[in-house]
């Protein structure tokens, strides 16, 4: 465990997080991914699919399965693949997500709460060519810049540290096979059928901060 700064309250780190000490005492760490627990990427891609793609079959949002659209909207033909990909790789996509409803306010509370610290851990697209850089101006938009510097980019979750990781990928696999993080799984339409899983089904009844007042209690 890292010791104690003996006088520099100007040590970069120190201003990031709340960051942990060995005082005996620790933080919780939480992980928020951010497409669709933060960002609604699923609904501002059907936008975006029938806008460019007006003639073409789609799946509505209570009919997705699955957690690759580019997959579903296959079988429906196999031709779409492409378009699907085509709509979400455009530039400007990542940027215009629409922020799922009270996930905002909730991520600068749970930051704000006494022995806890937030970072978003996030997948990029592997043309990360427009991804990668909108997901951090989308952080910046609806955050802040003090935000920035708690952004992880990661393709692999499961080597990422941190005791909760809330993202609505139900399946999170990878190098690791013990993470060290609880996967919650937010709810989302794709994963709505999956079971037996501890959930997260909003941001707006409050019920995130039960969940994060029981794990401080654990660790
Ligand atoms: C649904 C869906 C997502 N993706 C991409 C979009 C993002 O870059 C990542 C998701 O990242 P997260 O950190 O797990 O939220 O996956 C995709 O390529 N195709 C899809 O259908
Ligand atoms: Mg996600």
């Known amino acids: 465990m890292k010791k104690p700064p003996t006088q520099d309250k100007t040590d970069i780190m120190s201003r990031r997080t709340k960051q942990t000490y060995d005082y005996g005492q620790k933080n919780l760490c939480v992980l928020l991914d951010l497409d669709q627990v933060l960002a609604d990427f699923e609904g501002h891609f059907i936008t975006k699919f029938r806008e460019k793609f007006p003639d073409d079959r789609f799946v509505q949002l209570d009919e997705r399965k699955g957690f690759y659209i580019k997959d579903?909207?296959?079988?429906?033909?196999?031709?779409?693949?492409?378009?699907?990909?085509?709509?979400?790789?455009?530039?400007g996509f990542f940027l215009d997500l629409p922020e799922i409803k009270g996930a905002i306010p909730a991520a600068r509370e749970?930051?704000?709460?006494?022995g806890v610290d937030v970072f978003i851990c996030s997948s990029p697209l592997t043309e990360y060519?427009?991804?990668?850089?909108?997901?951090?101006?989308?952080?910046?938009?609806?955050?802040?810049?003090?935000w920035l510097d708690r952004i992880i980019i990661a393709k692999d979750k499961t080597v990422i540290n941190g005791h909760i990781l809330i993202d609505d990928r139900p399946y999170i696999n990878g190098s690791c096979k013990s993470?060290?993080?609880?996967h919650i799984v937010f709810t989302a339409h794709h994963n709505r059928h999956v079971e037996g899983r501890q959930r997260l089904d909003n941001w707006t009844d409050g019920t995130w901060r039960d969940i994060i007042e029981d794990f401080k209690k654990r660790i």
């Open 72 to 91: 579903q909207y296959e079988k429906l033909d196999r031709n779409l693949g492409d378009k699907v990909r085509a709509v979400y790789i455009e530039k």
């Open 110 to 114: 749970m930051a704000a709460m006494d």
């Open 129 to 146: 060519q427009n991804c990668l850089s909108e997901k951090f101006e989308w952080v910046e938009k609806h955050l802040g810049p003090e």
């Open 179 to 182: 993470p060290a993080w609880k």
